[in-house]
């Protein structure tokens, strides 16, 4: 079983890793431009999207804390990545390592504030958070800074990243930062102390009542959560050459509430797989119905809640329980 | 010299082998006093059961004692220290182990998990390795298995905990505390929903976990067959304050304690 797992997962890295060969010797079209080109763009977005996504499991379907104010962190990521390469003219492995010390100093003042709290009163706490940076970040006051509403244009990407001259090392870099975010996140998440998260979602009272300081843990899931997610908006910012106030929106959380719940909570792989869902059926609804696409899939995403409350990894494995039971 | 100075030597000769105990312990919900001044000694190797009508305040003098909730006033001394309002995940650490009226467990993941996050819990350093993979430290896994075996649910550690019947349930609680080693056990109605003849059964469990590792229980229970046939000592709570306290024979032919609680039946 385990083992299986492992074969599915190199099996897909390679197989994501040989797409764009692939798709340029399908096509004919040279591997840098047309169809081979837009593809790269699509699932490089897709890798982005589901770290943000893996990063909100692990704080919401692992340690069981629906945090409302996730987009913070994404945010976050884009807007110091943005001002740093644009006004300060950092080096690139600078300006990640500042994304990382900004989102674990945000991660840990939000979460000693919100953690006080549980429940819908941490939900409201950490959206109250949200909303006052993406206030911020309309702020006229720091248009030099931050654009306001226009939010920050032309980030300039070190060329040899640039995701429009050199999308196919752009593709591969955010393959990379996906798969390695992936095993992190499954390190911790199978670790003594990924148990003892698990232990706070299930039954937070007796988790504490066997001897864990369950401030701490959440404090910990919190700030690394917020770390990945961060890391998540400096690449999205350096796919879009700006960073925007809608990256900081009420509605860029619910995308990650969207995504872990569509491909199944607590997963892992589900978010991710959710994430991809999310991104690529909105995209073929968009260019088959118009702008109107979020009707449909408001109604898609009713359905799957209906029909697949666990999520497509959650079917999947029931579906799997429920076959063997049968075998045996 | 009076009465009640022998009573002052005798509470001082005794003072030594008190594993727990509270000093005019009281709680107040507004202007409710649950929990009125209690005085509770609980020997070193006892088995103390708890007595009381319904709202008594025995659960509330059990949040108390165990941190789950912060006394109004008074103090709980524990093994010749001070604990009142200690943090609630210190308490595995200094060795008392609590569980609850309501079955309350970590519900959707094996029973095995369940008891070995409990053995984790001893070792509060090792619980922050996010590296190491959990599986790795299979000396917890190991204890985890030993408790289960103890309070009778080995071959049931692949389960989870969630489908289990309620009187599993109720032992998957011991086998918890048990991994956690404590020298006090506090058991708030271990044999509440249980089935009649299961009882007999669980409470032969709870005599093997006290003899097995020297500890001391005090315990909540309404069975009152229960309570005269396992208790060395008796503590009767009324209306938030102890009301008689001495051996089981002593409190059934205890009038007051006739009159207010046991209703003439013992």
């Not at chain 1, 900081?248 to 619910?254: G, H, K, V």
């Not at chain 2, 009508?53 to 008074?74: D, E, H, M, R």
């Not at chain 2, 309002?85 to 079955?103: A, D, E, K, V, Y």
Request: hydrophobic share 50%; charged share 15%.
């Amino acid at each position: 079983m385990k083992l299986q797992n492992h074969r599915l997962t190199f099996g897909l890295i390679i197989a994501l890793a040989l797409f764009p060969f692939a798709l340029s010797w399908l096509t004919g079209e040279p591997i840098d431009s047309g169809t081979p080109k837009f593809w790269q763009g699509m699932l490089a977005q897709v890798f982005i999207l589901a770290v943000y996504a893996v990063s909100y499991d692990l704080l919401m379907g692992y340690t069981g804390i629906l945090s409302f104010g996730h987009a913070l962190f994404f945010g976050a990521g884009g807007y110091t990545a943005g001002i740093l390469l644009k006004h300060a003219a950092w080096p690139l492995w600078a300006v990640v390592l500042a994304v990382i010390v900004v989102a674990v100093i945000l991660g840990l003042f939000i979460g000693a504030t919100s953690l006080r709290v549980q429940g819908v009163y941490l939900t409201m706490v950490t959206l109250a958070f949200a909303q006052m940076m993406f206030v911020l970040s309309e702020a006229t006051d720091f248009r030099e800074w931050t654009g306001a509403e226009d939010g920050l244009q032309g980030i300039p990407v070190p060329a040899w990243l640039s995701p429009t001259q050199q999308r196919l090392m752009f593709y591969f870099v955010s393959l990379a930062f996906c798969v390695f975010s992936y095993y992190l996140v499954r390190r911790v998440t199978q670790s003594p102390t990924g148990r003892v998260f698990i232990a706070i979602r299930e039954n937070e009272l007796r988790a504490r009542a066997i001897g864990y300081n369950t401030f701490l843990y959440k404090l910990l899931a919190m700030v690394a959560s917020g770390v990945l997610a961060a890391l998540a908006g400096m690449m999205n910012a350096l796919w879009n050459l700006n960073a925007n106030p809608n990256m900081l929106a009420t509605s860029t959380t619910i995308n990650a509430l969207l995504m872990t719940i569509i491909g199944g909570a607590g997963t892992l792989s589900g978010p991710m797989i959710g994430a991809a869902f999310i991104h690529l059926l909105g995209y073929g609804l968009n260019t088959a119905f118009g702008p109107r696409w979020p009707l449909l899939f408001g109604l898609a995403y009713v359905g799957i809640v209906l029909f697949l409350p666990y999520g497509f990894v959650g079917a999947w494995r029931s579906l799997i329980a429920r076959m063997k039971a049968k075998r045996a | 010299m009076p009465i009640s100075r022998y009573r002052e030597v005798g509470k001082i000769c005794t003072h030594m082998t008190n594993i727990l105990e509270t000093v005019a312990l009281t709680r107040d919900f507004g202007a409710f006093r649950a929990v009125d001044g209690v005085n509770l000694q609980v020997r070193q190797g006892s088995l103390h059961s708890l007595i009381g009508p319904n709202g008594a305040g025995k659960t509330t003098l059990f949040n108390c004692i165990s941190a789950v909730l912060k006394p109004t006033a008074g103090r709980v001394r524990y093994d010749g220290r001070d604990i009142t309002n200690m943090p609630l995940h210190r308490m595995t650490g200094l060795g008392i182990g609590r569980s609850f009226q309501i079955t309350n467990i970590f519900n959707n993941i094996s029973v095995i998990e369940n008891v070995r996050l409990a053995a984790q819990a001893r070792y509060p350093k090792q619980s922050y390795q996010f590296w190491r993979h959990a599986d790795d430290l299979p000396e917890y896994e190991a204890r985890a298995a030993q408790a289960l075996a103890m309070v009778g649910l080995a071959g049931r550690e692949r389960q989870i905990a969630a489908l289990l019947p309620h009187g599993d349930k109720r032992k998957l609680e011991l086998a918890i505390l048990l991994a956690g080693d404590p020298k006090l056990l506090l058991l708030d109605e271990p044999t509440a929903g249980m089935a009649t003849e299961q009882v007999p059964e669980l409470m032969e469990t709870i005599e093997r976990i006290r003899a097995d590792g020297n500890r001391t229980i005090l315990l909540v229970e309404h069975n009152m067959h229960v309570v005269m046939r396992f208790s060395d000592r008796i503590s009767v709570l009324h209306q938030g304050r102890i009301l008689a306290e001495g051996k089981p024979d002593e409190i059934r032919s205890n009038d007051e304690v006739q009159r207010a609680y046991l209703g003439g039946g013992f």
